[in-house]
Structures are given as structure tokens and as C-alpha cells.
């Protein structure tokens, strides 16, 4: 099953030609997943795969670079008939600041689900869930962590017929990988270790901290905030952000697969940034807007960068787009 990240907005607190606002889509197989919402997300997505079935928003916390984008997502999708349910869930304080918006821009009529979760909280799914955890910024902030379950180990099947299953019924092998122990054989005997389900982690805007890094061991791929440069590391101190070293120290330390860096501020030059990042920790990544990480399960190799793999289509397809979508009421 694929999985990927889609980085729509890549920029600091306020939007450059060539940055978005805060945004990332995880697609795993056919969900749909939103970690923040900027200004502007959804025309980013339009320019990119396309505003997609979103099944799930995750915001980090409130300061509005990094979710008021999403009213005017809210009420493209209803434009649009949408009829699934859509659940979007937060910091304390988001319930009430998408009522607020609420009143002024209108309901839509697709269920809406918005939930106020605190750090430890876990957003259950069909083969993964979302943890929230504890970061440190100038509001209340959460970081998240996406992860798979555990798959269980590969079936050996001739280890199995040289202990004796399946040699008369080979519907046996379907009960030891169930788990059941057959003619005295137990799964673990014919079964090898079970192997880890993918984790993506993602801070948010905040501090280098314990909880980050231990969310973060040895996790497939961390998308950590730099907003500055070591030579603002004092700025970053008092405005709770991290520095580009201090990111790529927390991935060293925590030991993960990829890092990859947003929320650069404009006065920074990217490849400065990158630079000086990767003298701490090498696997280090500063994407733009439409690049793609792709993170394949533990045993196929290491999250694959993918420079501009999710850029704007053609301007035909964009047209397409706008034509298809239903009159205005």
C-alpha cells in the first residue's frame, strides 16, 4: 500500500511566490489525510493532485497561518455535493473557533465531525491511528503521529510442512497465520518476527522537546519545523520555533529514516538552510511546495524524496477542473 506526502505548503507565517502556508496531505492507499490547512491550501491541492476526497484534518494548533484555510475548503467541498463525513480534529479551542467561523460563513450540509483532543489522544483508523502529542510553542500545540499497525511476520510455509501442517490440508496454513497452534505446531514456530507498520511524524510549530523526540524514535519520516537559522537562535528561543541544527539534532538523536524541514522563513535562503542542517544530521530534506515524499515499508528501502512530483498540472487540466465543478448557488 502506498504512502506519501504531498507537501502543499512549505513557508513560514506568511506566504512568498513561491511557499505556501502550512500544509501537508498523507495519502495512504485511498484515504486522504490533511495535517494543517494554510491560506490558500485548497488551490494548492487543485494545482496538485487535485482536491481529493479528504477523509481527515489534523491541525496543529490555531495561530491562523496554520488553519484558515480551511472555511473556504469547507465550503468548496460542499460546492462540490459532498456527502461522506468529514472529521476534522484539533487542539482545545477548535470546536469553538469553527463554530465561530461558522456563523459568519454558513453550515454545509455534509456531516461534519470537529473534536477537541488533548496530547495522548488517539484518533483510531482502519490500520493506523493519529496520536497527538505535546509540543512546545507560544499557544497550546500538538505535534502528530501517524502510524500503521504492526503487520504480522511472513509465513513460512515450508517450515510448516516440515512439521507436519498442511501436508493433508493445506486450509491448516490459514489457521496458523489466524494464530491458532495446529497438530502441536504454534505460529511463532513457522512465522518470523512481526514487522513494524510505517510512522510519520510531524511537530508543528514548536521547541526542540522530550516528547518530540521520543514520539519520533526511529520513525520513518520526520517533518520538523526550522523556521530560522542558527544565527537567530534566540529569536527562535523567545517565539517558541526551532532552529535548522536544532531540528537535525532532535532527528540525530531520535535516530530517524528521513528528516525533512518546513516553515523557513523567507529570510533565509533555502540551500543555506539545507546546508547547514545536513552538517548535523545527513538524511535531511528541505522541500518546496509540491514535492513528494514517498515512504515505503521498512523492508523495500528508505523514504524516497521527490523533487516537484506533485507540481501544478497543465493549464488544460486546471480548466477541466473548473468546468466540471457545479454551478454556483
Known amino acids: 500500500m502506498n504512502l506519501e506526502v504531498l507537501f502543499a505548503g512549505t513557508g513560514g507565517s506568511a506566504p512568498t511566490p513561491g511557499r505556501g502556508l502550512p500544509a501537508l496531505l498523507v495519502r495512504r492507499g485511498g484515504e486522504h489525510v490533511l495535517v494543517d490547512c494554510g491560506e490558500g491550501t485548497q488551490r494548492q491541492l487543485m494545482r496538485s493532485f487535485g482536491l481529493a476526497e479528504i477523509d481527515l484534518v489534523l491541525l496543529t494548533h490555531l495561530h491562523t497561518d496554520h488553519w484558515l484555510g480551511l472555511p473556504g475548503l469547507l465550503k468548496t467541498l460542499d460546492l462540490q455535493d459532498r456527502t461522506v463525513p468529514l472529521t476534522i480534529v484539533g487542539p482545545v479551542g477548535t470546536t469553538a473557533a469553527l463554530a465561530a467561523v461558522q456563523d459568519l460563513t454558513g453550515r454545509v450540509r455534509y456531516p461534519l465531525d470537529v ?3 488533548e496530547p495522548g489522544d488517539i484518533v483510531e483508523r482502519d490500520g493506523w491511528r493519529a496520536e497527538a502529542i505535546g509540543v512546545q510553542h507560544r499557544t497550546t500545540a500538538l505535534g502528530w503521529v501517524l502510524a500503521e499497525d504492526d503487520r504480522p511476520g511472513r509465513f513460512d510455509p515450508e517450515a510448516a510442512r516440515a512439521l507436519g501442517v ?25 512465522t518470523s518476527e512481526k514487522r513494524f507498520g510505517r510512522r510519520i511524524v510531524v511537530s508543528g510549530d514548536t521547541r526542540p522537546c522530550d516528547a518530540l523526540r521520543a514520539a519520533a524514535w526511529r520513525c520513518d519520516l520526520l517533518v520538523h519545523e526550522a523556521t530560522f537559522m542558527d544565527e537567530q537562535a534566540e529569536r527562535a528561543r523567545k517565539t517558541g520555533h526551532s532552529t535548522t541544527s536544532e531540528a537535525a539534532a532532535l532527528a540525530a538523536e531520535a535516530e530517524v529514516g528521513l528528516l525533512a524541514l518546513v516553515h523557513l522563513s523567507a529570510r533565509h ?59 454556483a448557488r
Open 115 to 117: 473534536q477537541d483532543v
Open 166 to 190: 498442511g501436508l493433508e490440508d493445506p486450509r491448516e496454513f490459514g489457521l496458523l497465520q489466524k494464530g491458532e497452534t495446529v497438530r502441536g505446531v504454534r505460529p511463532e514456530q513457522v
Open 269 to 327: 535562503r533555502p540551500t543555506e538552510a539545507l546546508a547547514e542542517a545536513r552538517r548535523t544530521f545527513e538524511h535531511t530534506e528541505l522541500p518546496r511546495d509540491f514535492d513528494v515524499i514517498d515512504v515505503p515499508f521498512p523492508e523495500r528501502g528508505d523514504p524516497i524524496f521527490r523533487p516537484g512530483a506533485g507540481r501544478p498540472r497543465r493549464a488544460e487540466d486546471a480548466a477541466e477542473d473548473a468546468a466540471s465543478l457545479p454551478p
